[in-house]
């Protein structure tokens, strides 16, 4: 199974259309969005609402299931409109073939923004969905915040400032990867134990991550629509 992942596009439609035309070239049974569909402020004449229903008529014309968890920048409207619209795993678990999909959204910063849970509600809300899935050999966890310590929970100044909580709860239940967004200057690949970690980086500046499912095993990288690829 391939896995396109995508996230980050914090309200840049524009660019985000000449990317996802791009996408379409690639073999894949899935699309795995990590959050951040909007931003704090929307261009004049759109509400954070309006963005994210666009972003997701778009993704439709890729005619591939969605799995999406909302970013910190998003709205409870936001996660309205994706559970609607039938592809949130915000909470909870949910199955395509032989794989299971679970997640929770959102991440913690210092700026105060509209989603941000606690570590005891990241741990409460993973645990659910989590359970709807348990019984299957082969799980993918989606988040928005990365986990600690890693490659992809850097900022600029060196620091890591991801979820200790998402930290555990890989290293505890061991999914096959673990997809995270949020840091976008952390885009790339790194393991906790055999668990693929993956930021796949903003889509609004070509980047994606690709992810395949084989023998028990997950790969991935990341990549960017704006070089030729190979």
């Known amino acids: 199974m391939n896995l396109i992942v995508i996230g980050d596009n914090h309200n840049d439609i524009e660019n985000m259309l000449v990317f996802l035309e791009k996408l379409k070239k690639f073999s894949f049974e899935a699309i795995l969005y990590t959050g951040d569909f909007t931003d704090v402020t929307t261009p004049k004449g759109f509400s954070q609402e309006e963005i994210a229903l666009l972003i997701i008529e778009e993704l439709k014309t890729l005619k591939k299931p969605v799995f ?3 970013g910190n920048n998003d709205t409870v409207k936001v996660i309205d409109i994706i559970k609607k619209e039938g592809i949130s795993i915000h909470g909870k678990g949910v199955m395509l073939k032989d ?3 679970y997640g929770y959204g959102g991440a913690k910063t210092p700026f105060n923004t509209t989603i941000e849970p606690t ?14 899935i348990k019984d299957v050999t082969k799980k993918i966890q989606l988040t928005h915040m990365p ?7 850097m900022v600029s100044t060196g620091t890591h400032v991801g979820s200790k909580t998402i930290r555990e709860f890989i290293e505890t239940k061991r999914p096959l990867a673990s997809v995270s967004a949020h840091i976008h200057e ?9 668990t693929l970690l993956l930021n796949p980086g903003r889509i ?24 030729k690829q190979g």
């Open 119 to 132: 570590e005891e509600e990241l741990k409460t809300n993973l645990e659910k969905g989590w359970n709807d």
């Open 99 to 101: 794989v299971g999909f």
């Open 204 to 227: 609004s500046e070509g980047y994606f991550g690709l992810i395949t499912i084989k023998d028990g095993l997950a790969e991935g990288n990341v990549f960017n629509l704006t070089e």
């Open 186 to 194: 952390a885009r790339g690949v790194d393991r906790i134990g055999n």
């Open 147 to 153: 986990p600690l310590n890693t490659r992809l929970d």
């Open 68 to 70: 999406a968890v909302p």
